[in-house]
């Protein structure tokens, strides 16, 4: 057996074993952990204000990039049959039939708590992650040091690459572990990781703490019922459970797993996918159709908002007014207020033809100014003023459909 293929089916009896400042950073904040060079490598040019790009996959794998700068396109790489895709803010890590291609945009931002580093290097394709079936991506902060998790849930393998040696243009797998089969998740936290194990039903029950090598940690579980949908903010990484969330960070080198549990007294949906702007705090995710769920990682703390009008996407801005993002299910674009849930605008139906056939899923991308909308269908990348009652301030036209879209350069 390779050194590098761990094989965990005795885990179950285990006891487990130029610069924006951001204001009040929290000693939490793991930005950026062991990166001396400050987002730098060999080739990289630094920039003076972020390269912001939206990265698209259509139907036949082609990979292009919008520069939201100059309004060019370019054409990254070609994956083959795309089923999805998700982004660290650097790599897109294209889902198709073979495993996970990773594609390097070429644009980053690093983030060093009080301030931000800018950078442009050369595109390209870097590799294939092989496996089998749907497999779910988690990132942290950082697109050139730690690492990014893949778990393929039909084989239950769960891959830990070398982040930085992607951002050097190599694929490299520090472990590849198996796991039972399940829809389960490996999430990187420092040089850790937390990975999914099932009960006897197939369903993700607990995270189990695994170490730089892929091994377990001896006491390293963490019950977390039903767990779906992670993701990492400024503060910690982020695993939905279905009596609330887990909350992992390092500090002073020790793993932190804390638990927040939903509000005494509510009863709502479960959080199982999280969205936001990225380096910021808090996270919104849908409490099915009509409610919203805010989750402050900060103050590690829930909000339920009911919402105006039925929801089929949410994420948090997360800036002084608290706006929140919905896309509503006949395509609107609409503002809400994140204390209140008060309507605050809406657009015209830019997504209904989308949502309407199930060409693609429209997908929305946040930022400080803005939030970008793919409508697949239409052909077309919407860019939204969410602050000026949802007036949409450019559109993208589109040479094929954008069935998955990927917010790079943050």
Known sequence: M???????????????????SEPDPSPRDSSAEGDENHGEFAGAVELAEPALGLTTVDAAGVVRHLDLLDESVSELA???????????????????????????????????????????????????????????????????????????????????????????????????????????????????????????????????????DGRPVPGGAHPCPDAQGTITTRVAAVIGCADGALLASVVDDELQVERIPYPPGTSAPAATSFAGRDGRPTVAALAGEDRVWLLDTRAESWTLLDSPVPLAQVTAVDDDDEHVVGLSTD????????????????????????????????????????????????????????????????????????????????
């Open 78 to 212: 070609g994956v083959g049959d795309a089923s999805g895709v998700h982004t660290d803010g650097r790599f897109a890590f294209v889902q198709t039939s073979g495993g996970v291609d990773v594609v390097d945009s070429g644009v980053w931002t690093w983030d060093h708590v009080d301030h931000f580093h800018y950078y442009r290097a050369e595109p390209r394709e870097v590799g294939t992650v092989p496996g089998t079936g749907p497999a779910t991506v988690a990132t942290t902060n950082s697109s050139t040091s730690g690492g990014s998790g893949v778990f393929f849930g039909e084989s239950g393998e769960a891959v830990l690459l070398d982040t930085e040696a992607l951002a050097d243009g190599e694929l490299v797998e520090r472990y590849r572990v198996s796991t039972t089969p399940h829809d389960g998740l490996l999430v990187p936290v420092g040089d850790l990781a937390l990975v999914t194990e099932p009960d006897a039903s197939g369903t993700a029950a607990r995270v189990l703490t695994l170490d730089g």
């Open 331 to 410: 395509g609107r674009v609409v503002v809400l207020d994140g204390g209140s849930g008060e309507l605050l605008g809406t657009s015209g139906r830019l997504a209904a033809a989308s949502l309407r056939s199930g060409v693609g899923v429209p997908t929305m991308v946040a930022d400080q100014q803005r939030v970008y909308l793919s409508a697949p269908a239409e052909k077309r990348l919407y860019e939204v003023d969410f602050a000026d009652d949802a007036r949409v301030a450019r559109t993208f036209e589109t040479p094929t459909r954008p069935l998955y879209v990927a917010g790079t350069g943050r």
């Open 2 to 20: 390779s050194p590098r293929l761990i094989v965990l089916a005795a885990l179950a009896v285990l006891p487990l074993v130029a610069c924006s």
